[in-house]
Protein backbone atom coordinates (compact mmCIF):
# COMPACT_ATOMS: atom_id res chain seq x y z
CA UNK A 1 0.00 0.00 0.00
CA UNK A 2 1.06 3.63 -0.88
CA UNK A 3 2.33 5.89 2.32
CA UNK A 4 2.40 9.46 1.96
CA UNK A 5 4.05 12.49 3.20
CA UNK A 6 2.32 15.38 4.21
CA UNK A 7 4.53 18.06 3.80
CA UNK A 8 2.99 21.04 5.16
CA UNK A 9 1.77 19.21 8.82
CA UNK A 10 3.83 20.81 11.77
CA UNK A 11 5.98 18.43 13.52
CA UNK A 12 6.63 18.77 17.13
CA UNK A 13 9.93 18.99 18.74
CA UNK A 14 10.42 15.53 18.97
CA UNK A 15 9.80 14.90 15.51
CA UNK A 16 11.85 17.69 13.83
CA UNK A 17 14.62 16.34 16.13
CA UNK A 18 13.93 12.90 15.13
CA UNK A 19 13.69 13.12 11.05
CA UNK A 20 16.38 15.57 11.22
CA UNK A 21 18.67 13.27 12.84
CA UNK A 22 17.44 10.07 10.66
CA UNK A 23 18.12 12.50 7.72
CA UNK A 24 22.10 12.91 8.51
CA UNK A 25 22.13 9.08 9.26
CA UNK A 26 20.45 8.31 5.70
CA UNK A 27 22.59 10.78 4.01
CA UNK A 28 25.89 9.57 5.17
CA UNK A 29 24.91 6.26 4.18
CA UNK A 30 23.73 6.60 0.85
CA UNK A 31 25.83 9.44 -0.32
CA UNK A 32 28.97 9.65 2.07
CA UNK A 33 31.09 12.79 2.61
CA UNK A 34 31.19 16.10 0.27
CA UNK A 35 33.72 17.65 -1.37
CA UNK A 36 32.36 21.21 -2.43
CA UNK A 37 35.19 22.03 -4.94
CA UNK A 38 34.78 18.94 -7.00
CA UNK A 39 31.05 18.94 -6.56
CA UNK A 40 30.70 15.24 -5.69
CA UNK A 41 29.47 12.89 -2.60
CA UNK A 42 32.10 10.09 -1.88
CA UNK A 43 29.64 7.31 -2.36
CA UNK A 44 27.18 8.27 -4.77
CA UNK A 45 30.02 9.19 -6.96
CA UNK A 46 31.19 6.11 -7.83
CA UNK A 47 26.98 4.90 -8.58
CA UNK A 48 27.03 7.88 -10.97
CA UNK A 49 30.26 6.82 -12.90
CA UNK A 50 28.78 3.47 -13.41
CA UNK A 51 25.69 4.33 -14.53
CA UNK A 52 26.93 6.77 -17.17
CA UNK A 53 29.38 3.78 -18.31
CA UNK A 54 26.31 1.95 -19.16
CA UNK A 55 25.22 1.39 -22.93
CA UNK A 56 21.47 1.01 -22.46
CA UNK A 57 20.41 3.80 -25.12
CA UNK A 58 17.37 3.75 -27.47
CA UNK A 59 17.60 2.43 -30.44
CA UNK A 60 14.82 4.10 -32.55
CA UNK A 61 15.33 6.95 -34.65
CA UNK A 62 15.36 11.01 -32.81
CA UNK A 63 14.73 14.00 -33.89
CA UNK A 64 17.34 15.79 -32.45
CA UNK A 65 17.02 19.29 -34.14
CA UNK A 66 13.58 19.15 -32.99
CA UNK A 67 14.72 18.10 -29.30
CA UNK A 68 16.96 21.09 -29.65
CA UNK A 69 14.83 23.99 -31.09
CA UNK A 70 12.07 22.97 -28.67
CA UNK A 71 14.74 23.46 -25.20
CA UNK A 72 15.63 27.11 -27.04
CA UNK A 73 11.58 27.61 -27.32
CA UNK A 74 11.22 27.59 -30.22
CA UNK A 75 7.34 27.62 -31.95
CA UNK A 76 5.76 25.96 -33.97
CA UNK A 77 8.34 22.73 -32.88
CA UNK A 78 6.62 19.07 -33.64
CA UNK A 79 7.34 16.36 -31.04
CA UNK A 80 6.47 12.81 -30.90
CA UNK A 81 5.09 11.67 -27.16
CA UNK A 82 9.10 10.33 -26.59
CA UNK A 83 10.35 13.86 -27.55
CA UNK A 84 7.43 16.06 -25.91
CA UNK A 85 8.41 13.81 -22.67
CA UNK A 86 12.11 14.38 -23.07
CA UNK A 87 11.99 18.48 -23.22
CA UNK A 88 9.87 17.87 -20.24
CA UNK A 89 12.36 16.05 -18.10
CA UNK A 90 14.95 17.92 -19.38
CA UNK A 91 13.76 21.69 -19.01
CA UNK A 92 12.92 20.71 -15.12
CA UNK A 93 16.72 20.68 -14.46
CA UNK A 94 17.39 24.36 -15.90
CA UNK A 95 15.45 26.47 -13.19
CA UNK A 96 16.89 24.56 -10.38
CA UNK A 97 20.32 23.93 -11.31
CA UNK A 98 20.48 28.38 -11.45
CA UNK A 99 19.35 28.41 -8.41
CA UNK A 100 21.61 26.07 -7.07
CA UNK A 101 24.88 27.33 -8.83
CA UNK A 102 23.56 30.38 -7.46
CA UNK A 103 23.09 29.22 -3.64
CA UNK A 104 26.69 27.64 -3.44
CA UNK A 105 28.53 30.64 -5.22
CA UNK A 106 26.77 33.19 -2.08
CA UNK A 107 28.20 30.39 0.19
CA UNK A 108 31.31 30.22 -0.54
CA UNK A 109 31.39 34.01 -0.54
CA UNK A 110 29.86 34.25 2.85
CA UNK A 111 29.77 30.65 4.71
CA UNK A 112 26.24 30.51 6.03
CA UNK A 113 23.32 29.54 4.23
CA UNK A 114 20.38 32.28 5.65
CA UNK A 115 18.18 30.35 7.97
CA UNK A 116 20.34 27.96 9.06
CA UNK A 117 22.43 27.32 11.67
CA UNK A 118 24.66 24.74 10.27
CA UNK A 119 25.26 24.43 6.20
CA UNK A 120 26.03 21.04 6.56
CA UNK A 121 22.94 19.32 5.35
CA UNK A 122 22.07 22.03 2.87
CA UNK A 123 25.62 21.77 1.64
CA UNK A 124 24.64 17.89 0.95
CA UNK A 125 21.55 19.00 -0.60
CA UNK A 126 22.73 21.14 -3.51
CA UNK A 127 25.03 18.51 -4.04
CA UNK A 128 22.41 15.88 -4.86
CA UNK A 129 20.57 18.74 -7.27
CA UNK A 130 23.82 19.41 -9.16
CA UNK A 131 23.70 15.35 -9.25
CA UNK A 132 20.12 15.51 -10.79
CA UNK A 133 21.39 17.65 -13.65
CA UNK A 134 23.87 14.81 -14.32
CA UNK A 135 21.15 12.72 -14.22
CA UNK A 136 18.73 14.25 -16.14
CA UNK A 137 21.71 14.72 -18.78
CA UNK A 138 22.43 10.95 -18.55
CA UNK A 139 18.22 10.56 -18.66
CA UNK A 140 18.69 12.52 -22.64
CA UNK A 141 21.73 10.44 -23.33
CA UNK A 142 19.49 7.18 -22.43
CA UNK A 143 17.29 8.29 -25.69
CA UNK A 144 19.50 9.08 -27.96
CA UNK A 145 20.12 13.06 -27.69
CA UNK A 146 23.08 14.55 -26.27
CA UNK A 147 22.17 17.51 -23.37
CA UNK A 148 24.09 20.08 -21.88
CA UNK A 149 21.50 22.53 -19.56
CA UNK A 150 21.69 25.86 -20.39
CA UNK A 151 20.58 29.38 -18.72
CA UNK A 152 16.58 29.90 -17.88
CA UNK A 153 14.65 32.39 -19.29
CA UNK A 154 15.26 36.25 -17.63
CA UNK A 155 11.91 35.14 -15.68
CA UNK A 156 13.33 32.61 -13.73
CA UNK A 157 17.01 34.46 -13.34
CA UNK A 158 14.86 37.60 -11.93
CA UNK A 159 12.82 35.11 -9.63
CA UNK A 160 16.27 33.01 -8.78
CA UNK A 161 17.86 36.58 -7.66
CA UNK A 162 14.71 37.92 -5.96
CA UNK A 163 15.12 35.46 -3.53
CA UNK A 164 18.14 36.23 -2.24
CA UNK A 165 16.56 39.31 -0.96
CA UNK A 166 14.17 37.61 1.19
CA UNK A 167 14.57 36.29 5.18
CA UNK A 168 15.94 33.26 5.40
CA UNK A 169 13.07 31.30 6.59
CA UNK A 170 10.71 32.78 3.65
CA UNK A 171 13.56 31.77 0.99
CA UNK A 172 12.95 28.08 1.90
CA UNK A 173 9.01 28.26 2.14
CA UNK A 174 9.49 29.04 -1.78
CA UNK A 175 11.54 26.44 -1.83
CA UNK A 176 9.28 23.93 0.09
CA UNK A 177 6.19 24.49 -2.41
CA UNK A 178 8.91 24.10 -5.28
CA UNK A 179 10.22 20.66 -4.17
CA UNK A 180 6.45 19.76 -3.62
CA UNK A 181 5.58 20.51 -7.23
CA UNK A 182 8.76 18.95 -8.49
CA UNK A 183 8.30 15.81 -6.49
CA UNK A 184 4.59 15.60 -8.38
CA UNK A 185 6.28 16.22 -11.25
CA UNK A 186 8.84 13.28 -11.57
CA UNK A 187 6.30 10.88 -10.37
CA UNK A 188 4.40 11.76 -13.29
CA UNK A 189 7.27 11.51 -15.37
CA UNK A 190 7.78 8.06 -13.92
CA UNK A 191 4.63 6.92 -14.97
CA UNK A 192 4.49 8.53 -18.57
CA UNK A 193 8.28 6.48 -19.14
CA UNK A 194 5.90 4.04 -20.11
CA UNK A 195 6.26 5.58 -23.84
CA UNK A 196 9.15 3.82 -24.45
CA UNK A 197 7.72 0.46 -22.97
CA UNK A 198 8.87 -0.83 -26.41
CA UNK A 199 12.30 -1.18 -25.42
CA UNK A 200 12.04 -2.72 -22.08
CA UNK A 201 15.70 -2.41 -20.92
CA UNK A 202 15.40 1.54 -21.81
CA UNK A 203 11.92 2.30 -20.26
CA UNK A 204 13.55 0.35 -16.95
CA UNK A 205 16.52 2.56 -16.88
CA UNK A 206 15.12 6.04 -17.37
CA UNK A 207 12.48 4.85 -14.57
CA UNK A 208 15.61 4.21 -12.39
CA UNK A 209 17.24 7.32 -13.15
CA UNK A 210 13.88 9.53 -12.13
CA UNK A 211 13.26 6.82 -9.14
CA UNK A 212 16.60 8.18 -7.59
CA UNK A 213 15.60 11.86 -8.14
CA UNK A 214 12.40 11.27 -6.65
CA UNK A 215 14.05 9.39 -3.10
CA UNK A 216 16.10 12.96 -2.70
CA UNK A 217 12.63 15.26 -3.57
CA UNK A 218 10.71 13.42 -1.14
CA UNK A 219 13.60 13.89 1.25
CA UNK A 220 14.46 17.67 0.60
CA UNK A 221 10.52 18.05 1.32
CA UNK A 222 11.01 16.68 4.83
CA UNK A 223 14.09 18.74 5.59
CA UNK A 224 12.22 21.92 4.68
CA UNK A 225 9.46 20.67 6.52
CA UNK A 226 11.40 19.63 9.74
CA UNK A 227 13.34 23.56 9.48
CA UNK A 228 9.88 25.54 8.82
CA UNK A 229 8.21 27.05 11.24
CA UNK A 230 4.19 27.22 11.41
CA UNK A 231 4.24 31.18 8.72
CA UNK A 232 6.56 29.15 6.92
CA UNK A 233 4.43 26.25 6.37
CA UNK A 234 1.30 28.11 5.93
CA UNK A 235 3.28 30.25 3.12
CA UNK A 236 4.80 27.33 0.96
CA UNK A 237 1.33 25.46 1.00
CA UNK A 238 -0.25 29.31 -0.02
CA UNK A 239 2.17 29.10 -2.68
CA UNK A 240 1.91 25.98 -4.18
CA UNK A 241 -0.68 26.75 -6.84
CA UNK A 242 0.60 29.58 -7.72
CA UNK A 243 4.07 27.47 -8.15
CA UNK A 244 2.03 24.91 -10.40
CA UNK A 245 1.15 27.34 -12.94
CA UNK A 246 4.36 28.79 -13.10
CA UNK A 247 6.03 25.70 -13.54
CA UNK A 248 3.89 24.39 -16.17
CA UNK A 249 3.57 28.25 -17.92
CA UNK A 250 7.84 27.52 -18.08
CA UNK A 251 7.70 23.88 -19.01
CA UNK A 252 4.73 23.75 -21.71
CA UNK A 253 5.26 20.23 -23.07
CA UNK A 254 4.02 19.18 -19.69
CA UNK A 255 0.56 20.11 -20.54
CA UNK A 256 1.02 18.04 -23.69
CA UNK A 257 1.38 14.94 -21.22
CA UNK A 258 -1.71 15.65 -19.89
CA UNK A 259 -0.24 17.16 -16.50
CA UNK A 260 -2.14 20.35 -15.56
CA UNK A 261 -1.68 22.85 -12.59
CA UNK A 262 -5.21 20.90 -10.71
CA UNK A 263 -3.75 17.18 -11.85
CA UNK A 264 -0.75 18.03 -10.38
CA UNK A 265 -2.68 19.91 -7.16
CA UNK A 266 -4.75 16.74 -6.84
CA UNK A 267 -2.08 14.59 -7.27
CA UNK A 268 -0.39 16.25 -4.11
CA UNK A 269 -3.94 16.08 -2.00
CA UNK A 270 -3.12 13.19 -0.02
CA UNK A 271 0.54 13.84 -0.07
CA UNK A 272 4.04 12.92 -1.79
CA UNK A 273 4.31 9.49 -2.05
CA UNK A 274 7.26 7.94 -0.17
CA UNK A 275 9.48 5.58 -1.67
CA UNK A 276 9.41 2.33 0.03
CA UNK A 277 12.95 2.49 1.10
CA UNK A 278 12.33 5.52 3.39
CA UNK A 279 10.90 3.50 6.45
CA UNK A 280 11.59 5.78 8.63
CA UNK A 281 9.07 8.80 7.06
CA UNK A 282 6.18 5.81 7.07
CA UNK A 283 4.17 6.23 10.00
CA UNK A 284 0.20 6.67 10.74
CA UNK A 285 0.34 10.55 10.68
CA UNK A 286 1.60 10.67 7.60
CA UNK A 287 -1.44 8.67 5.90
CA UNK A 288 -4.45 11.48 6.82
CA UNK A 289 -6.09 13.41 3.73
CA UNK A 290 -5.01 16.84 3.86
CA UNK A 291 -7.48 17.46 0.40
CA UNK A 292 -7.72 21.12 1.28
CA UNK A 293 -4.79 21.83 -1.01
CA UNK A 294 -6.88 21.70 -4.13
CA UNK A 295 -8.76 25.00 -5.03
CA UNK A 296 -12.85 24.67 -5.83
CA UNK A 297 -13.04 24.39 -9.65
CA UNK A 298 -9.11 23.26 -9.67
Same mark, same amino acid.
Given at each position: ?????????????????????????????????????????????????????????????????????????????????????????????????????????????????????? !???? *? #?? =?????????? $??? /?????????????????????????????????????????????????????????????????????????????????????????????????????????????????????????? !???? *? #?? =?????????? $??? /??????????????????
Amino acid at each position: MARFLRPFRLLNGDERTGHVAAYESWLAKRDGDYDLDARTLSIREPRMTTLEAESVAWSGEVDASAFSAAMKNERGVMLDLRGEWLVAAAKASEGERYGVEMELAHFRRDRFFAGFDS !PDIV *L #RV =LLQEAYHTRL $LSE /LCRTCGVPFEPGRPNLGTRWFCASMRLMPGWLRWAFVLAGECVGAALFRQLHAKASAFSSQPAVQERLRRILHEILVDEVLHIAFLRAHLGPLGIAIARLLLPITAFGVLREVPTLRHLGCT !PGGL *L #RD =LALGVEIPSE $LEW /LMHDRETEEFSSLVPAGA
